[in-house]
């Protein structure tokens, strides 16, 4: 296993990231822990969940995944130390999460006060901002018109963001958090966020989590050059695009058990048919260069300049094991080549 610093950090971090969105809907805590266990025993050390998981989110299973890994610290507390553990802070529009309230300097230290009592820990070693206050251009809102930047009051946007870096001072000051990270913004919410904290004196984000995968670049190359000269760590999420890059859903397959069978909180724009053709072009591409295709589509995120960690995850232990594979994967120059070129076909398939 390869390992990075994170950002401006001092944590090294595996170059797999272990995602648990599934833990508590997809995966028992009986799962969770083999999957725990296991990813330790290859050299993971990077964990990400969130108070909002597991995915789809609801009121009945809220906050379950941290509960499940809190359940695994509390039975595994010499492993504590080993891991480099984030959590987010949901935003708004999540009535039965405080009530639908956007990100504050108050609800940072409800959220966090909370997490730590269900991870049954001490301390976060990132603690993430889900997503920013105002919309933005992430969950299919980055097709022209569907944001529009006249409609943002920017100063109280900067006044809001404000507030946010007191409290996540306030938080490391108190040793309840030792770092910070953003996720779904943009370059301008990263320069935002990192004015204040030298205006402020706050130690600033050191990664942010966008989506990003074959179907989905448009943070390459902006806002990855932004992360690289900042010295911020960039942590790709669904890079399997919700699990479509490995095949599973060509044909209008929807095999039971998988995410696309449950209902999506934000519904499933990715499947569309631009992206199913893309899908299959690159399922050819991986069958000539003799892997699978979540394997493939991995491999390439890894190689990406200015990737950090890429957060994975499996609904079963022996697709965790496939999609770690692809990090020892070496693609080559014809393999490029030919991703290449269905990427210039399908720039933007959904």
């Known amino acids: 296993m390869q390992y990075e610093l994170l950002g401006s950090s001092d944590l090294r971090v595996s170059r797999v990231c272990l995602g648990t969105m599934t833990f508590g809907i997809q995966n028992t805590q009986q799962d969770a822990n083999e999957q725990l266990d296991w990813a330790l025993d290859q050299g993971i050390n990077f964990i990400d969940t969130a108070e909002m998981y597991p995915i789809p989110p609801n009121e009945q299973t809220y906050a379950d995944t941290e509960r499940f890994i809190g359940n695994w610290l509390a039975a595994n507390p010499q492993k504590r130390q080993d891991i480099v553990l984030m959590t987010k802070i949901a935003g708004s529009g999540i009535r039965y999460i405080r009530e639908g309230s956007e990100i504050s300097a108050a609800t940072i230290e409800q959220a966090i006060d909370a997490s730590l009592q269900r991870l049954q ?195 079963t232990l022996e697709q965790l094991k496939e999609n770690v594979q692809a990090f020892d994967m070496t693609l080559s120059d014809d393999t490029l080549r030919q991703i290449q070129q269905v990427m210039k076909r399908y720039p933007m398939p959904f």
């Not at 206050?133 to 930047?149: E, M, Q, V, Y």
Request: charged share 20%; with cysteine; hydrophobic share 35%.
């Open 121 to 315: 820990t001490d301390y976060i070693d990132v603690y993430q901002l889900h997503w920013p206050n105002r919309t933005s251009p992430h969950f299919a809102k980055h097709w022209p018109w569907r944001t529009n930047p006249r409609n943002t009051d920017v100063a109280k946007e900067r006044a809001g963001m404000r507030d946010i870096v007191q409290g996540i001072g306030k938080a490391i000051d108190s040793g309840k958090i030792r770092h910070w990270g953003l996720s779904d913004d943009t370059p301008w919410g990263i320069h935002t966020y990192l004015n204040l904290c030298e205006e402020l004196g706050v130690p600033k984000p050191v990664s942010i989590q966008n989506e990003f995968s074959l179907l989905h670049a448009k943070d390459w190359p902006y806002l990855i050059e932004t992360c690289a000269f900042e010295d911020v760590a960039y942590l790709p999420w669904s890079p399997l695009a919700t699990g479509m890059l490995s095949g599973k859903y060509l044909n209008d397959e929807r095999p039971k058990g998988s995410r696309w069978t449950f209902v999506q909180r934000q519904g499933l724009f990715r499947n569309t048919e631009t992206a199913h053709e893309a899908t299959a072009r690159y399922v050819e591409v991986a069958q000539r260069a003799r892997i699978t295709p979540s394997q493939l589509a991995l491999a390439w995120v890894n190689l990406v300049p200015g990737v950090t960690s890429t957060i994975i995850g499996g609904t």
